[in-house]
């Protein structure tokens, strides 16, 4: 017997049901690129022209998994697969060396597959957990339907489409730009990879979740260790030219942060609150990193700050407004 079982949208007007989906297109893209520190606020603009890929990505992720009946385990996956994606074909990252003339690679590197293990670690774990699968707790804490479609079959199809022109139009802009191009077999080791993410995440949201007794710490407790997990790990990465010993250390925290969360959201103790209380530590993790950071797009250290100041208090009012909404779901 599996938990797995087909949702189907309510009948409600087709507008209001579609607003957190909107609303999680431009969430995911403003996570990922500017508050992370990415873009400067003198670059919002380029939101719309991110949207299509990590919004459409991150829609079409949470619509199918919940369609499924799938919980987070199957969203994390494909998280990972969109990551596959992206830093695969669309910029391909994972295996160009000058990739914005960083040489990325260089350090651990692993010739017979032409990539770099700690860059490879930490641009998959930034796509798995910050581009897709916060915007997405966050969003669905926001709403009072978190397991429900939000989307009917045309809706979803608007934003499959916004998707694919994203990939398109990023990987298009990507070779405008560069004339690296991955080699066949690099490219069918990005086919093969994502096929098989895929497929566990199918058998992950096909299992039954064995529920355990026992208690969980307070979603505040939870934040906090969502905090300083995230933050060691992004602190871990800052070194990236240390190699090895980078990707070593990443994967072990990672593995902490899978055994604790699996372990604790499996007891029956375990609540809405606590999901957002995990994935805010890792939000709030992003907006405090972005101040010591450049941008990657030229702005003055002022313009930076100032915007990096203005998307670390959205993050923080965002992240407000889903604990009260979440508290009065929980409570009700």
């Known amino acids: 017997m599996t938990n797995t079982h087909v949702v189907t949208a309510p009948r409600r007007s087709g507008v209001k049901r579609g607003l957190p989906a909107l609303g999680l297109f431009f969430l995911s893209p403003m996570v990922a690129e500017f508050l992370l520190g990415n873009i400067p606020i003198s670059g919002l603009f380029a939101l719309f022209a991110l949207a299509p890929l990590y919004g459409g990505g991150a829609v079409l992720i949470r619509e199918v998994a919940r369609r499924r009946g799938w919980g987070y385990p199957s969203i994390l996956i494909l998280a990972l697969a969109y990551g596959v994606i992206e830093e695969g074909i669309t910029t391909q990252s994972l295996f160009n060396p000058n990739y914005a003339h960083l040489r990325l690679l260089d350090p651990g590197h692993i010739s017979f597959l032409g990539i770099g293990a700690p860059w490879t670690v930490m641009v998959l774990g930034l796509h798995t957990l910050w581009s897709i699968t916060v915007p997405i707790v966050v969003m669905e804490s926001l709403s009072s339907r978190p397991r429900e479609p939000w989307l009917g079959k045309l809706g979803l199809s608007v934003y499959g489409v916004l998707f694919i ?26 086919a093969v990879a994502v096929v098989v993410l895929i497929a566990l995440a199918v058998w992950a949201g096909r299992r039954t979740p064995r529920r355990t007794t026992g208690n969980v710490p307070s979603p505040w407790i939870v934040g906090i260790v969502g905090l300083v997990l995230s933050s060691g790990w992004m602190l871990v990465n800052d070194e990236i030219k240390n190699g090895w010993l980078c990707a070593a250390v990443s994967i072990a925290v990672d593995v902490l942060a899978i055994v604790l969360f699996v372990t604790w ?8 609150m606590h999901t957002l209380a995990a994935a805010g530590g890792a939000m709030l993790t992003y907006a405090w990193h972005a101040f010591p950071e450049s941008p990657t797009f030229g702005a003055s250290r002022t313009v930076d700050l100032i915007g990096n100041g203005v998307f670390a208090l959205l993050a923080v009012v965002l992240l407000i407004s889903a604990t009260i909404r979440c508290d009065k779901f929980v409570r009700s």
């Open 165 to 190: 022109l994203g990939v398109v139009a990023t990987t298009l802009f990507g070779y405008a730009q560069d004339s690296f191009r991955a080699s066949p077999g690099q490219n069918v080791g990005v």
């Open 265 to 272: 959201s499996r007891r029956t103790t375990w609540t809405r």
